[in-house]
């Protein structure tokens, strides 16, 4: 294809994403520099570097900021082995059967973040299910305090993101050639052993990709957490989103969010250069 | 890998499974049954399992007030879904193109949709409902037309500037969308699109664009290049082959794109929640019910609302549930 066609074919796209992507982010880092409230939004006072200092010296920042990495090393390899398992089950399964099993674990992914986490919320509530199993086996009575609410945030998201790694799993093994598993079968693999050595090694750039994306993700965690804590900072639960809705929003401080926004842009960016370099040394090869 | 044969792991495959179903499916089945449930049942410290359902719920929260010719209204529209579920399933038969049967289907059920509140006196929820097919529906048609003919240049085109372009993509694809907010509201304010249609579509394909090309850039580099060459050695043009000949080979890709936009819209939050305060989707809409816990209408009515407001996006994905999931395992990204 000639680039001129190139060119002509991908203009709308580029279009669309110059400039409502690449020139609002610039605008936002200028913004960052403001001072802006919902009153003041049209005449911002510019105030340099002050807004990006201030986030930076916030311990609360900080916390929120923790808290999403605790997030990320705790979701991150659990969703992934409990979406292999699931998925190496449904792999033993056949036409109907396995379709039903596939619909029903794909639920949690396919219901809006928003209402999915309230219809879970609800499961805790004092008339809730899990409520009431936590009183009949504990005695005690469940309350959201930082802990439970901290260890409910973690359930949710694992509950919310495994389904997207049963899925890319399951579609990678079906991938695998057969000949390959029953060579293997011949030479006297146990179950485990082709497991260990066939599945794993042939889903290995798919389990890359599938953490890399749950990593992002887990960055941009926002609804759920959004929806459990209302923002209440009793919970001392803000990750770095609801940190910076709060900061925003909730404090009014438009500008100061912005460059908490900015300020979590770099770093995302510059997390992502590993995927990038690969990424590209892939697409150069492919050429 | 080969099933397992013997008789008692069938079994204790299937126990496992079932234990899956029940990890996902619980919160629906609680929330579903607290949706028919009366208020004073649902409210019990002890969960009861045992009650006369109602639909009461589901009523109200469609309906204002429930109309007196509700019976007639209700069948006069069994009876017009039956007819254009009969017509849909005899589409082939009849001597039609049958694309231009479902188009015609898909109008008929947005008329009644449109319809559906001059005859009864319907809530807010409705509307927003309306509101979600019209900018879904937008969303998802303007993404798939202008990310195909992206995605199939990126597909064919060899040089660097189409590397550029696929790592920029990825960059922003996983850009938090609190920095665009307040640009987004500014231009709003500034250009009077604020707090339209338009603007939400376009602000939601832009934030997905970079996803959708790469999805479909997966699905058309899996068409061979000689179909259309052979198209354009008869007289076609670059585009005209792409728009006869790629398009149709990789519409399974397309359907399964355009389901992963359609859900991406649709589970939608922030965005939509600011740019747009009078034209909020179903999923905006519910967070309003999160304030009302205590006394309006309590545990099951927010149930009932979150049971009908996931209905369609899951029936959409389970009827396409095979073009879903190959679509993942071609594409492998996510929205």
């Known amino acids: 294809m000639k680039r001129r066609t190139f060119l002509q074919f991908t203009a709308p796209s580029n279009i669309v994403m110059a400039v409502l992507l690449i020139f609002p982010l610039v605008y936002a880092t200028w913004l960052g520099m403001h001072f802006i409230t919902f009153r003041t939004i049209n005449e911002p006072a510019f105030v340099g570097l002050d807004n990006y200092r201030t986030v930076l010296a916030d311990p609360a920042f900080w916390g929120a900021l923790r808290w999403t990495l605790v997030i990320v090393v705790v979701t991150v390899p659990l969703h992934m082995i409990l979406g292999f398992v699931i998925a190496l089950l449904l792999d033993q399964m056949k036409g109907r059967t396995r379709a039903f099993y596939l619909a029903a674990s794909l639920i949690p992914m396919i219901v809006v973040p928003m209402i999915g986490t309230i219809i879970f919320k609800q499961l805790f509530e004092p008339q809730g299910l899990i409520a009431w199993a936590y009183k009949s086996f504990t005695g005690s009575i469940f309350v959201f305090n930082p802990t439970s609410m901290k260890w409910v945030i973690l359930l949710h998201t694992i509950w919310i993101i495994t389904p997207w790694a049963i899925v890319l799993f399951f579609a990678g093994m079906q991938t695998i050639s057969q000949e390959q598993v029953d060579a293997s079968s011949i030479d006297g693999a146990s179950r485990l052993q082709q497991i260990r050595h066939v599945v794993i090694p042939h889903l290995r750039p798919l389990i890359l990709l599938t953490a890399l994306i749950a990593v992002m993700d887990m960055f941009r965690l926002f609804d759920n957490v959004f929806v459990l804590t209302r923002l209440n900072p009793v919970f001392r639960a803000d990750t770095v989103m609801t940190y910076n809705y709060r900061t925003a929003l909730d404090l009014r401080r438009l500008g100061l969010g912005n460059s908490v926004a900015i300020i979590l842009v770099i770093a995302i960016v510059v997390a992502l250069v590993p995927l990038l370099y690969v990424t590209y040394r892939d697409q150069i090869k492919e050429r | ?335």
């Not at chain 2, 007196?68 to 005899?90: D, K, R, S, T």
């Not at chain 2, 037309?145 to 040089?159: E, F, Q």
């Not at chain 2, 992963?260 to 009078?278: G, R, S």
């Not at chain 2, 979150?306 to 679509?327: E, R």
């Open chain 2, 1 to 335: 890998m080969r099933p397992i044969t013997h008789r008692l792991g069938r079994v204790l495959l299937h126990i496992a499974l079932s234990a899956v179903v029940l990890y996902s499916t619980l919160p629906f089945m609680w929330t579903f049954i607290n949706s028919i449930k009366t208020k004073r049942d649902a409210n019990s410290r002890v969960p009861k399992f045992i009650f006369d359902p109602t639909i009461e719920s589901y009523s109200a929260v469609l309906m204002k007030k429930a109309p007196e010719n509700g019976l007639q209204i209700g069948l006069g529209l069994i009876a017009i879904l039956a007819m254009l579920v009969l017509l849909g399933l005899f589409a082939k038969r009849l001597p039609v193109r049958t694309g231009y049967i479902y188009w015609g289907i898909a109008g008929i059920l947005l008329l009644v949709a449109w319809r559906i509140p001059t005859l009864v006196k319907t809530t807010g929820f409705y509307d927003k409902f309306l509101n979600t097919i019209i900018i879904a529906s937008g969303a998802v048609v303007i993404s798939i037309v202008i990310g195909s003919m992206a995605g199939y240049g990126l597909a064919r085109y060899t040089g660097i500037s189409g590397v550029v372009i696929l790592l920029a993509a990825i960059a922003f694809r996983s850009l938090p969308r609190m920095g665009y907010i307040l640009p987004y509201f500014q231009a709003s304010q500034n250009t009077g699109l604020k707090d339209s249609y338009l603007l939400v579509i376009i602000v939601l394909v832009a934030v997905n664009q970079p996803f959708t090309i790469w999805m479909l850039r997966a699905f058309f580099m899996t068409v061979p290049r000689e179909i259309e060459e052979a198209a354009m050695v008869d007289g076609a043009t670059r585009f005209g082959a792409f728009r006869r000949v790629v398009i149709p080979v990789a519409w399974p890709g397309i359907v399964a794109t355009s389901l992963f936009t359609l859900l991406v819209v649709y589970h939608e939050f922030i965005l939509i929640f600011i740019l747009a305060q009078t034209k909020q989707t179903i999923t905006v809409a519910m967070a309003a019910f999160l304030g009302g816990v205590g006394d309006q209408g309590g545990i099951p009515l927010q149930s009932a609302a979150a049971i009908i407001s996931v209905i369609p996006i899951i029936l959409i994905v389970l009827i396409f549930q095979k073009q879903f999931v190959k679509g993942i395992g071609v594409g492998a990204v996510k929205g």
